[in-house]
């Protein structure tokens, strides 16, 4: 029944590994997103697709790669973790403009 | 640039107080607002949004929001608290033009509300 779901819940690592981030919504809504909320609780934008295409990409490092195999899914793959790559990680999906949907979150934290 | 600023960083109040909690914003053209609470260790819920006509919104568990434009303002308001309204608060704005839907979030305001 879960809405908007992320696994895993929690992510720890070390630094120079890769890891995903998967997201899946059962909404049919037809556009999703990635959120980084840091230790200060800030919330901002990471990227955005919207049928499976990339519409939002804010200045976020390239090690930093999602991936929308379906308008349902997306992940974010990360590669060579940062020590300021910890933080929560929300997933979120609307229809077109109108409400978004967070997911848990995903807590990751780079050791 | 477009921000959303929320000037309250901590609030405490005992049960039963009134609160009121700022909001502003700053965007080139017309917007949507959002309330969203985060209760510890939880994901974000919507409590109220505003897309356009009246412009006092009311939203789920008691929480009402008004939308004046001439202070790009979008206050929350509760008439009486309640020790589990304890949590996290976002303003967010959104553009209704362009192609671009993010959601620009407040830096939060931490509610707690003593028994």
């Known amino acids: 029944d879960t809405a908007v779901s992320q696994t895993p819940k929690y992510l720890v690592t070390q630094m120079g590994n890769d890891k995903s981030i998967k997201c899946e919504q059962n909404l049919g809504h037809d556009t999703m997103y990635w959120y980084k909320q840091d230790s200060k609780k800030f919330l901002k934008i990471m990227f955005s697709y919207n049928n499976k295409e990339l519409i939002i990409n804010e200045t976020v490092p390239n090690r930093f790669s999602p991936k929308s195999p379906d308008k349902a899914h997306l992940n974010l793959h990360i590669n060579s973790l940062e020590l300021g790559d910890s933080a929560v990680y929300f997933c979120a999906s609307s229809r077109d403009v109108e409400t978004q949907y967070f997911g848990p979150g995903t807590r990751l934290l780079v050791l | 640039a477009q921000s959303v600023s929320q000037h309250n960083h901590h609030v405490i109040l005992s049960e039963a107080a009134s609160l009121e909690l700022g909001c502003n914003y700053s965007?080139?053209?017309?917007?949507?607002l959002f309330w969203y609470v985060q209760y510890p260790g939880q994901h974000l819920q919507l409590l109220l949004k505003?897309?356009?006509?009246?412009?006092l919104v009311k939203g789920i568990k008691g929480f009402e929001a008004e939308f004046i434009k001439s202070k790009f303002s979008f206050n929350l308001r509760k008439p009486s608290v309640q020790w589990s309204d304890t949590a996290e608060y976002f303003c967010?704005?959104?553009?209704?033009?362009?192609?671009?839907?993010?959601?620009?979030f407040g830096s939060g305001t931490q509610l707690t509300v003593l028994p």
């Open positions: 967010a704005a959104q553009s209704r033009s362009g192609s671009a839907r993010q959601l620009t």
């Open positions: 965007y080139g053209g017309t917007v949507n």
């Open positions: 505003y897309f356009s006509g009246d412009p």
